[in-house]
């Protein structure tokens, strides 16, 4: 399976057309889609560019069974969330790591 960041996921299966096959599909395993969408936040990192072509390689790799490792930078914040206020638009930072990171290894060592 490929890791999709963020909101792909959702694009994916809306893209397939099997939002509710995917939902079910969950709930069999006592789980709501909207639970697990939100495990993942958006970290506004964008959709083009290096992080999709990295994720592309590591998609290659895996379906080629190529032994690899994959390394990322590990960003603080990601990019701004919008919050409307009666003073107007505001921006304010999203810490998207507030949560553990089941794909983090720490490595004290290095």
């Known amino acids: 399976m490929e890791f999709l960041q963020g909101r792909a996921l959702t694009n994916a299966i809306g893209n397939f ?11 069999k395993l006592r789980h709501e889609l909207e639970e697990i ?10 959709n083009g560019g290096l992080g999709r072509l990295a994720s592309c390689f590591l998609n290659s790799m895996a379906t080629l069974n190529l032994p690899a490792w994959g390394y990322g ?6 990019l701004f969330k919008q919050r409307i206020t009666k003073q107007g638009q505001e921006k304010i930072v999203e810490d998207w790591l507030e949560k553990f ?6 490595r004290h060592d290095l």
Request: no cysteine; glycine share 10%; net charge neutral.
């Open 17 to 27: 057309g099997i939002e509710n096959a995917y939902a079910e599909a969950l709930k």
């Open 37 to 46: 969408v939100e495990q993942k936040k958006d970290t506004a990192l964008g």
């Open 101 to 106: 990171s089941p794909w983090e290894v720490v």
């Open 73 to 78: 930078l590990r960003y603080k914040y990601g």
